[in-house]
């Protein structure tokens, strides 16, 4: 059974740092696309980042700022998010992406990012 | 830059009803998009990838079709665990892989 399980999330200032984990079990880690997607509080969905072997991409609204990555011998796909702003504020979904495409197939529970003062 | 452009932003049904929803690229995708349902405090489901392959587990009543940049989501006869929010999302490697700004669908 595919589980992704995000942790990390909480209160930051502005300008503030915060690192989110997902920890992935129930599938070959190494084989699948993984992503970050976030939905701010009453609004839709928004790609951030996704991760395809050493490949990396951003969504512009973080480039410079966010940094994806991932541990193979855990299991776990980070993602590093400095100089936070308000509008980072979020839910923080780690998704499983296909073996080529960055569509989502399993996604954890979501962690909580707020930005505030 | 590319922009996915959904339809209706609220759509309101009975049990038992078709509905369809539309999503439009703002240039070509080719296949490139995929749906997903999302209920409220949960995370979304894929329903759809590649325009109109349905996920395993995903109902019969559902289907996707399209291609380039018009896409559509039926559902053939409404159950009571469809009324939710529908978003597209566009993955082609050429453009951000961005979603749709969703569909609410509620009970009429």
């Known amino acids: 059974e595919v589980k992704l399980l995000e942790s990390g999330g909480g209160l930051v200032q502005p300008g503030g740092s915060l690192r989110l984990s997902c920890a992935a079990s129930g599938f070959t880690f190494t084989a699948y696309f993984m992503g970050w997607v976030r939905q701010a509080p009453g609004k839709g969905l928004e790609w951030v980042s996704g991760i395809s072997g050493s490949a990396t991409e951003y969504a512009d609204a973080v480039k410079g700022r966010f940094t994806i990555s991932r541990d193979e011998s855990k299991n776990t796909l980070y993602l590093q998010m400095n100089s936070l702003r308000a509008e980072d504020t979020a839910v923080y979904y780690c998704?499983?992406?296909?073996?080529?495409?960055?569509?989502?197939?399993?996604w954890g529970q979501g962690a909580l990012v707020t930005v505030s003062s | 830059d590319i922009q996915m452009t959904q339809s209706p932003s609220t759509l309101s049904a009975s049990l038992g009803d078709r509905v369809t929803i539309t999503c439009r690229a703002s240039q070509s995708i080719s296949s490139y998009l995929a749906w997903y349902q999302q209920k409220p405090g949960t995370a979304p489901k894929l329903l759809i990838y590649k325009a109109s392959n349905l996920e395993g587990g995903v109902p019969s009543r559902f289907s996707g079709a399209g291609s380039g940049t018009e896409f559509t989501l039926t559902i053939s006869s409404l159950q009571p665990d469809d009324f939710a929010t529908y978003y597209c999302?566009?993955?082609?490697?050429?453009?951000?892989?961005?979603f749709g700004q969703g569909t609410k669908l509620d009970v009429k």
């Open positions: 999302q566009q993955y082609n490697p050429s453009f951000p892989y961005i």
């Open positions: 998704a499983k992406g296909s073996v080529r495409r960055f569509y989502f197939d399993y």
